[in-house]
């Protein structure tokens, strides 16, 4: 097998006693799309800075093209891509303009420049605003000029920071349509997320981080196939009801989370525990049944939600 782009061994990052991201492993293979999935404080952002070499690392081995961050950062950042989770675009200046500041920074020549722009801003469907400034553009424009500007030097490894949080679900289908094309296209992608349908739509390996560890990782169908029952019964009670029915479900299912507004329920039969539900007369407001997600997965891996 070829050599991983990125590979990490015990990679740990501090800071003071806060451990951030706790001797983490993983291998990042050329042409995947890597997923980190967990809730905000996982961990994930943190290890996307000592990949892209802006923050240093504190224990452990990193390699990123098989070069060391901490001696080889420009080197690195020259074959990188970058979406930040905040979009830094320049406001004042124009569509066109931000790619093509973005290509002299990797000096490019003029003539490539334009060449690379005209192609990007088809790829991000912007072409109609080439000339238009930054400002008063959607969420979702902003965050595809974003992604193009992160491509203007063909870059071998492109990262991605939480690249849908804060968009409509229409812009964020817009956003997953580019990112599956760039796939479609041989690119290398990482991507945090704690958008469990993104990681799903997006990533062919992810793994799942809470705390700071790496507490799961593979498929998303091998990790739901393995940690997470085929199908799923969500139940709604009224106000003060939930309480009243966690002690009737015992036996229903493989197994039963009781949160605060509903109880979800895990089966490989829907139906037969439906039928069990009308035997002992537990009768909910509102009842959903529906496959096994990645959120379920981390819901049995850590207690809580993705959104939490």
């Known amino acids: 097998m070829s050599e991983p782009l990125v590979q990490a061994r015990g990679l740990t990052k501090k800071f003071g006693d806060f451990v ?4 983490v492993d993983f291998d990042i293979a050329k042409g995947e799309a890597f997923g980190f999935l967990g809730p905000n404080g996982a961990g994930k952002t943190s ?21 060391d961050p901490a001696a080889d950062g420009r080197a ?3 074959r990188l891509g970058v979406v930040p989770q905040e979009d830094n675009l320049d406001l004042e200046l124009t569509v066109a303009e931000n790619l093509y500041i973005y290509g002299r920074y990797h000096d490019m020549n003029r003539s490539a420049i334009r060449a690379r722009t005209e192609e990007l801003l088809a790829f991000a469907e912007l072409s109609d605003r080439a000339r238009s400034r930054v400002e008063p553009l959607s969420g979702g424009m ?4 974003t992604i193009a500007r992160a491509l203007i030097n063909d870059p071998d490894l492109v ?3 939480e690249p849908t949080t804060g968009l409509d679900p229409q812009a964020r289908h817009v956003l997953w349509d580019r990112l599956y094309r760039l796939k479609r296209q041989g690119a290398t992608l990482i991507i945090t997320t704690h958008y469990m349908d993104e ?11 809470d705390g700071g560890k790496i507490v799961a990782e593979g498929s998303p169908r091998q990790l739901i196939a393995q940690y997470a029952p085929r199908e799923v019964v969500e139940l709604r009670f009224g106000e003060g009801q939930v309480d009243l029915v966690a002690s009737k479900l015992d036996g229903v299912a493989n197994r039963a989370e009781v949160l605060a507004d509903r109880v979800i329920l ?10 069990a539900l009308n035997e002992r007369e537990i009768h909910a407001e509102q009842v959903l049944v529906r496959r096994s997600t990645l959120e379920d997965v981390f819901l049995k891996l850590t207690g809580r939600r993705l959104i939490d």
């Not at 990533?203 to 799942?208: E, G, I, M, N």
Request: proline fraction near 2%; include cysteine.
């Open 47 to 67: 290890t996307m800075k000592m990949i892209t070499t802006v923050s240093p690392i504190t224990e452990g081995k990193l390699t990123v093209f098989g070069l």
């Open 20 to 23: 951030a991201v706790d001797a």
């Open 142 to 145: 902003k965050r595809r000029l």
């Open 76 to 78: 690195i950042r020259q």
């Open 159 to 161: 990262i991605l920071d």
């Open 266 to 275: 895990y089966t490989d039969d829907a139906d037969a525990t439906q039928h």
């Open 199 to 209: 990681a799903e739509q997006l990533c062919d390996r992810l793994v799942v981080m």
